[in-house]
């Protein structure tokens, strides 16, 4: 992924529940929130990016969130921190 791309996760309007995790069948599970609202931005592409993190990523992506979630902004990121990578991505459209 180029590390200059437009932010990762910018419509984001609320934090993830969880880590996603690896089922034994090699299956991932995890739960996004894609969108600004229940009401908005039904019918739009959102690309999905799986990303391994190490203990670095996973603070900034941890400060992200408890900043968003006590400000109730959730800008995204603009960059992967040092440490993340992405495994896969998948592009998925909102009903």
């Known amino acids: 992924m180029d590390r200059r791309a437009a932010r ?3 419509s984001i309007s ?9 089922q034994q ?8 929130y894609l969108g600004e609202s229940p009401e908005k931005n039904i019918g739009e592409r959102f690309i999905l990016h799986l ?3 190490n203990a670095n990523a996973t603070s ?6 408890l900043q968003a979630s006590a400000t109730n902004k ?3 990121i ?3 921190p040092v440490g993340a990578a992405v495994v ?5 459209y909102r009903k």
Request: proline share 8%.
């Open 51 to 53: 990303v391994s993190a």
């Open 78 to 80: 603009s960059a992967l």
């Open 88 to 92: 896969v991505s998948t592009s998925v």
């Open 74 to 76: 959730y800008n995204g």
């Open 60 to 65: 900034v992506f941890s400060n992200y969130l």
């Open 8 to 10: 990762q996760c910018p």
């Open 14 to 22: 609320h934090p993830q529940t969880a880590p996603v995790a690896k």
């Open 25 to 32: 069948d090699d299956h991932w599970t995890g739960v996004a």
